[in-house]
């Protein structure tokens, strides 16, 4: 667990160095998908999961 914690805080500080830069090659897009994929296996990832459910089911239900 502790390895998985220290990979997600590494991509995560790398990702946002990407993003700060504001340019993203394909390289930085494959260190964001790690990112997420270090991510989802950490304890905050039902958060996650249920707060994207939240956002999702608010945007689906709104009406122009």
Do not use: E, N, Q, W
Request: charged share 10%.
């Amino acid at each position: 667990m502790i390895l998985s914690i220290s990979g997600v805080v590494l991509f995560g500080i790398i990702v946002f160095l990407f993003f700060r830069k504001d340019s993203l090659k394909a390289s930085h897009a494959i260190v964001c998908a790690l990112f997420g994929f270090y991510l989802s296996s950490t304890a905050i990832a039902p958060s996650i999961r249920a707060g994207s459910a939240s956002l999702a089911g608010l945007l689906g239900g709104l009406k122009f």
